[in-house]
């Protein structure tokens, strides 16, 4: 540790630095102001002891100096002075240095300063490197938290790349949307045709949100699309009914699905297939909120496939079909939780029946129109552009003729 004893008297200097080597100082010494300003300008001390009764040293504008140019660590000053407590001077003195000793000076008073000024440098010392390593360590977060949100920014956009157009499939229309809580989701949807009049479609909500549960919805939409190896094709193919179909497409995810670890990563989801030319609708629920049906001719909504347990769970579950009629222009809705549990800023959740009358009020738009109403419902009920789970919404509308 480097020392600068300023001042006139040359045994007060030679006193403080012999006390100042009894606690490791180097000591330097410096008689006057012109030579004390150059030194403390041009290198660093750790303490720097002044003799505030030096004749025409202006000891305020040597703290001044010090202040200015060893700002880039600690420096312990002590002014010493025959000011005492009752002199108006002290209050200055108290002001400008770390500490402060009455003179004339005495070893055992040095000894006992600058003990104490030693316990201040080395624990000032040891803040300032923890400082500079928790500086670096931010740094370093900071650099992998903006190359992490770029990743994510990119899987983001690779995951609504992954979803499907809004669509005609010669009389069905389809479309829908996914509001990540995070930046990618857990929730999955698509649809697609199987063959000229059979169109199929599902929707996946994994337990929890963020980057896990994302890895889960994209290995479900690896093992659902629809090409000839895809789990709904060959299953389809192989079963003699939708019914069957349905069924098995959703118990054959379950036992793929089964880990075999304590941290099981479930999913619900709804699976269906549409016969465009009859409209019979055939769905498989797996513990997902049901779907909601709209029909036109009557302007109510019903419920369809409720039940069934996630799928991932229990690897003896067993499902169950639905099978229900659309009508011209009935409407059929597939929804995550997130849509309904979406809360207002008073914490009042959307809640299914304002969902159910909000579908009712999209009844004759256009599906993408639809689509886009219930996702205004819900940024204006939440007031909130991030919500706290994963949204997602399929919106089908059946017309009944060929849509050019």
């Known amino acids: 540790m480097d020392a600068l004893v300023v001042e006139c008297d040359e045994y007060s200097g030679r006193l403080q630095q012999l006390a100042l080597s009894k606690f490791g100082f180097t000591c330097s010494l410096a008689k006057d102001f012109a030579s004390a300003s150059t030194r403390i300008q041009h290198e660093s001390f750790d303490l720097v002891s002044i003799d505030a009764d030096c004749p025409e040293l202006d000891y305020k504008k040597l703290c001044d100096l010090i202040n200015v140019n060893q700002s880039a660590h600690y420096t312990h000053i002590l002014i010493s002075s025959k000011s005492s407590v009752t002199d108006p ?9 770390t500490d402060t000793l009455l003179r004339p000076l005495t070893a055992l008073d040095l000894e006992a300063r600058f003990r104490s000024a030693k316990n201040f440098i080395e624990t000032a010392r040891r803040f300032s490197n923890q400082h500079e390593q928790l500086t670096a360590d931010l740094d370093i977060a900071v650099t992998r938290n903006v190359e992490l949100t770029a990743d994510l920014q990119l899987a983001a956009k690779l995951q609504q790349q992954l979803l499907p157009s809004a669509a005609h499939f010669g009389t069905v229309e389809a479309s829908g949307y996914i509001n990540p809580a995070q930046f990618i989701a857990g929730d999955a949807f698509d649809y697609f045709k199987l063959d000229e009049n059979i169109f199929a479609f599902y929707i996946v909500d994994v337990m929890g949100h963020g980057a896990a549960s994302a890895m889960i919805s994209f290995s479900i939409h690896s093992h659902l699309n629809p090409k000839q190896h895809g789990l709904c094709r060959r299953v389809y193919d192989s079963m003699p009914t939708h019914e069957a179909a349905v069924v098995a497409t959703v118990r054959e995810l379950n036992r793929e699905f089964q880990d075999g670890t304590d941290e099981c990563r479930y999913f619900t989801m709804t699976y269906g297939l549409l016969d465009c030319t009859t409209g019979t609708l055939t769905l498989c629920n797996a513990g997902h909120p049901p779907a909601i049906h709209h029909v036109s001719k009557t ?15 229990f690897e003896e579950a067993t499902y169950h079909a639905t099978t229900c009629q659309l009508a011209e222009n009935d409407r059929l809705v597939l929804y995550s939780d997130g849509a309904t549990e979406c809360e207002s800023p008073e914490g009042e959740q959307f809640g299914e029946h304002r969902l159910v009358n909000t579908i009712a009020e999209t009844s004759t738009m256009p599906v993408h129109s639809s689509v886009k109403l219930i996702d ?9 552009s991030a919500f706290d789970d994963d949204v997602s919404l399929l919106y089908l509308a059946y017309v009944g003729q060929q849509v050019a």
């Open 299 to 313: 302007n109510e909504s019903h419920y369809l496939g409720e039940g069934g347990f996630p799928v991932g769970l």
């Open 89 to 97: 001077e002290f209050e200055t003195l108290q002001e400008l240095a």
């Open 376 to 384: 205004d419902s819900l940024n204006q009920w939440s007031q909130n």
